[in-house]
């Protein structure tokens, strides 16, 4: 089976890929997310994660981006799919961000290790999450997740 594909036309620019993970912890009945943005102009909501660096796998990467995003430190515990996403990021540059997706496990918890200003740590129920994230992809990945726990 193919990856599902989301975002903007093929034909609306070129689309170099972005390896990336993200994942879904959960707290009581809720599950985190990030509101990314200016609360005075735009916010947008997210699953935390983000672009793999030159030399990570998807663990190193996935615990990174949740300490910088969200100043949890997490586990990763199992796959839930992987999706492609064309979006626009970084001041109108394309990518076709290959996301793959995890749950994941809360170890610890500092807001110190919060590094990026404009992330804010929210949670939200499943469904919320599904009716509110930016991006289709992450509201698909919720929706495999909570198919995956019934």
Request: glycine share 10%; net charge neutral.
């Amino acid at each position: 089976m193919t990856d599902p594909q989301f975002g903007l036309a093929s034909s609306a620019g070129v689309w170099p890929d972005r390896p990336s993970v993200f994942g879904i912890a959960r707290r009581g009945g809720r599950i985190a997310l990030v509101e990314i943005g200016d609360p005075a102009d735009r916010i947008w909501l997210a699953l935390p994660g983000g672009g793999i660096e030159p030399g990570e796998d998807d663990a190193t990467a996935l615990i990174r981006e949740f300490r910088e995003e969200t100043g949890l430190l997490v586990q990763p515990l199992g796959s839930l799919g992987a999706s492609s996403d064309r979006v626009l990021l970084n001041a109108g540059r394309s990518f076709n961000v290959r996301g793959r997706f995890f749950e994941v496990r809360i170890l610890e918890e500092n807001p110190a290790w919060l590094v990026e200003p404009d992330h804010r740590l929210v949670w939200r129920t499943p469904l919320q999450a599904i009716r509110s994230l930016h991006r289709e992809s992450h509201a698909w990945a919720v929706a495999q997740w909570l198919r995956s726990r019934s």
